[in-house]
């Protein structure tokens, strides 16, 4: 059973930073691409950042320079660095495995405060 376990959430002041982590199981974590989403109130969920099996990484460009992700092999575990922080990041994040089916954690807030 593949489960996503999404921590590190909570509230901070604009220019603050935060480091989400998304802890993994039940599936051969090093093979797969990970993702981190977000949905703030009254939006459609977004792709934020995406790392692949082999360290590549990509970002949507509001968070371009701000956010970094990586993973962690042996920790089976995925992060999601914010710097920089502004409150249009307030949100819900959640970290995808892009398989098929796909899997979704249960997801962390974030609130940033102006």
């Known amino acids: 059973q593949v489960q996503l376990v999404e921590s590190g959430g909570g509230l901070v002041q604009a220019g603050g930073s935060l480091r989400l982590s998304c802890a993994a199981s039940?599936?051969?974590?090093?093979?797969?691409?990970m993702e981190w989403h977000r949905q703030a109130p009254g939006k459609q969920r977004e792709l934020v950042a995406a790392?692949?099996?082999?360290?590549?990484?990509s970002y949507a460009d509001s968070v371009k320079g701000r956010f970094t992700i990586s993973r962690d092999n042996a920790k089976i575990t995925v992060y999601l660095q914010m710097r920089s922080l502004k409150p249009e990041d307030t949100a819900v994040y959640y970290c995808?495995?892009?398989?098929?089916?796909?899997?979704w954690g249960q997801g962390t807030q974030v609130t940033v405060s102006s």
């Open positions: 039940g599936i051969a974590f090093r093979f797969y691409t």
């Open positions: 995808r495995i892009p398989t098929n089916p796909d899997y």
């Open positions: 790392i692949t099996s082999s360290g590549r990484t």
